[in-house]
């Protein structure tokens, strides 16, 4: 079982920056990807940021410029730094990661979700 616990957000106001964190652990092989992904209210999940073990970024269009994700998969934790924050940066995120729980066995997991809402 591998478990996800996000923590930062909160209460920001227009304009200012926020950091997201994601630590993963429990037993797998390795975690192959993190993302992160935004809900607002009424509205349904979508995809913000990824992050590969290599290193390598994926950015929606709706963070691109704005956030920054990075990653130590040697200690399991991703981070996602949100500057320049509008109010429809608010919402639920949440931390998704694609874990090897066996060298062959690959499966997903989501975690709580943090709130952060950007006040105007």
């Known amino acids: 079982q591998v478990q996800l616990v996000e923590s930062g957000g909160g209460l920001v106001q227009a304009g200012g920056s926020a950091s997201l964190s994601c630590a993963a652990s429990?037993?797998?092989?390795?975690?192959?990807?993190i993302s992160w992904y935004h809900q607002a209210p009424g509205k349904r999940r979508e995809f913000v940021a990824l992050i590969t073990r290599s290193g390598a970024t994926q950015y929606a269009d709706v963070g691109r410029g704005r956030f920054t994700i990075s990653g130590d998969f040697a200690r399991n934790i991703v981070s996602l730094e949100m500057t320049s924050l509008k109010p429809e940066d608010s919402g639920i995120y949440y931390c998704?990661?694609?874990?090897?729980?066996?060298?062959?066995?690959?499966?997903?997991?989501w975690g709580q979700g943090t709130q952060v809402t950007v006040s105007s």
């Open positions: 998704h990661a694609d874990v090897l729980v066996a060298l062959s066995d690959g499966r997903e997991y």
């Open positions: 429990g037993e797998f092989y390795a975690i192959k990807a």
